[in-house]
């Protein structure tokens, strides 16, 4: 199974994409745009694809509820990274505006 985490659907106008970059386009996901042809590879595939657009990420639960619940997991290397990782972004989007959009 892949989880592929990018794509947006617009329900209307104030849902809106989070491409920080390209600030004239209101309505692209920033992992999409930034690599299409990926993304066309990948969705066009055999793999048993679950795709996550931004408008559910956005609905998942906060930083520190989900940096909480890694705490008690096993300690496996997958975890670890994912904590890790999880952490240095929650720490970038309270420090610094730009991350806004993660």
Known sequence: ????????????TKDTGNLFSVPSNKYAEFNMFLDPTAAKTVLESELDITLVPLNAQREVSSYPDILKVLQLTKKT???????????RLYHLQQKHHRYHHM
Request: charged share 10%; glycine share 14%.
């Open 77 to 87: 290397p997958e975890a670890l990274f994912t904590n890790r990782l999880l952490s």
């Open 1 to 12: 199974n892949v989880y592929v985490v990018g794509g947006h659907i617009s329900y209307g």
